[in-house]
């Protein structure tokens, strides 16, 4: 409309429309060529005019509807896309899993220890690594946290944990040197989401026999550097993943602040 402003994203839209036509029309042309096709048979095949094929060969097709740039890249057997590009803002797949990683280091490094992020139990199989490890050398100690945002293969995880702590414990005896091996212990993150604790909850006999360690007192060995249970523990993280709390015995969480 006359006197009417258009908005810079038209502009800029009108400008990056045209150029893309341009190179459309050149790959259409050329791709015609090579299937030795006349302009007026290809425009049949898609139902337009010659003129407006020889139009959008010549670059002037930044107005024609993207149903028109489908059809020609059917005819000419080379698909046609049209696409946005990534969304910088967008997460990473395993954006929850990552926030639970970064608390854990964030907490650990806090309390006096190293933390590592994806550090191979076995170095020799990359693919085989704890999440967010937390060594205390001077402590000599080295803990195993694997961060879940949810379960998949409840069995798989428990065994995959199994092997990683096993390697974990033959690392610590290289760590440990002539002083002797340095102590090791394992503890779950566990996002706390409705279907987390449901799942805990039906099968929560598995859980207290894979996990008997004091969750309180794993709490406590994350963010203070107090000892390790004896045994493997797990413990909450806030959907946030801005704190981690104890797992009660019937999953009645006390917040502890990170």
């Known amino acids: 409309m006359p006197g009417v402003k258009r908005p810079s994203a038209r502009i800029v839209g009108h400008l990056k429309a045209s150029e893309a036509a341009a190179r459309a029309g050149l790959e259409a042309k050329a791709s015609r060529k090579r299937r030795r096709m006349r302009q007026a048979s290809l425009a049949a095949r898609i139902g337009i005019s010659q003129a407006r094929q020889a139009d959008l060969e010549a670059g002037r097709g930044g107005g024609a509807p993207l149903e028109v740039w489908f059809a020609l890249g059917e005819a000419l057997g080379r698909p046609f896309r049209a696409e946005f590009f990534r969304d910088r803002l967008e997460e990473p797949a395993d954006a929850g899993h990552l926030a639970i990683q970064e608390l854990v280091l964030k907490l650990g490094r806090r309390a006096g220890f190293e933390g590592r992020f994806e550090l191979p139990t076995r170095p020799t199989d990359p693919s085989r690594s704890s999440d967010a490890p937390l060594l205390d050398r001077g402590g000599r100690r080295l803990i195993l946290v694997e961060c879940w945002n949810t379960f998949g293969d409840l069995g798989a995880a428990a065994r995959s944990s199994d092997r990683k702590l096993a390697e974990a414990r033959a690392l610590a005896v290289a760590l440990g040197g002539n002083k002797g091996a340095f102590e090791v212990g394992l503890c779950w993150v566990v996002r706390d989401t409705a279907r987390n604790r449901e799942l805990m909850a039906r099968y929560r006999h598995i859980f207290q026999s894979r996990f008997a ?25 806030d959907v946030r993943s801005t704190r981690i709390f104890a797992r009660r015995s019937r999953d009645v969480a006390t917040p502890v602040a990170d």
Do not use: Q
């Not at 969750?215 to 249970?229: N, Q, Y």
């Not at 045994?231 to 993280?237: F, K, L, N, R, S």
């Open 213 to 237: 360690g004091s969750s309180a007192r794993w709490v406590k060995a994350l963010t203070a550097g107090a000892p390790i249970p004896d045994e493997p523990g797990i413990v909450w993280c």
